[in-house]
């Protein structure tokens, strides 16, 4: 069995206080290794974004814990290690869209050249080269989302995440979108986790993490 990437021993995730305390998610275990291709699947409020956040680093549990065995810990203030696609537009206005995939570079300390070369390469590779001096607002949903994965593409991440990365896409940019994650995540040999209401997406994922208000119901392994 492969080394794991990401692994849940016991977490659970409690918003709140007293009798405000909603349980996001609860008592729950699961691994992901560099072969997983996970759609992690149940309905709004199951705590699919809240195990997201978990595994990215981006959130802590309030019981249990969460490693990064396969990655030498914590991913957070490591960009690259864990690239995240979140649902909504995340470019940042004031930048093209060239300077949006090539920031995180420079933040993880890639020189500016390096940066512009590897943005280049992740926007040709998600087909939206040509977009590269345009503004987000300038972006049709499916083209912002696009260069969102091109953003993480650059960053060569060890384990990919996607939240509902295809919820505000129609039939042809959804499917364009989820076979630049697959390929990625091969390409990349990274684990890959999207989150999904939509079962045409997660149809084209082998494994099935069920959230059931919280907790993980069901790990179905397709093939
Ligand atoms: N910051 C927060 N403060 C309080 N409660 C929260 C917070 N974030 C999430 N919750 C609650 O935690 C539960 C799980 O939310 P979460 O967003 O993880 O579910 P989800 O399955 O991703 O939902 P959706 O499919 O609608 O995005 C919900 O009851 C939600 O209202």
Known sequence: MSEELARCVGVSRTYGQGTAAVVAVHSLDCAVRPASRVALTG?????????????AGLDQPTTGEVSWPGLGGAPTGRPGVVGVVFQGPSLLAPL????????PLLLAGVR???????????????GVAD??????????????QRVAVARVLASAPRLILADEPTGQLDAAHR??????????????????IIATHDARVADRLPQR???????????????
Do not use: F, Y
């Not at 590269?132 to 083209?143: H, I, N, R, T, Y």
């Open 131 to 144: 977009l590269a001096g345009k503004l987000p607002e300038e972006l049709s949903g499916g083209q912002a």
């Open 175 to 192: 499917d364009e979108v989820v076979t630049l994650l697959i390929e990625a995540a091969e390409e990349l040999r990274a684990g890959l």
């Open 209 to 223: 993490w069920i959230m059931d208000d919280g907790r993980l119901q069901e790990v179905r392994q397709a093939c």
């Open 96 to 103: 093209d869209v060239a300077e949006n995939v090539a920031l």
């Open 112 to 126: 500016p050249a390096d940066a512009d070369a590897r943005a280049g390469d992740a926007l040709r590779r998600a």
């Open 43 to 55: 309905r709004s409020g199951s705590g699919k974004s809240t195990l997201v956040h978990l595994l």
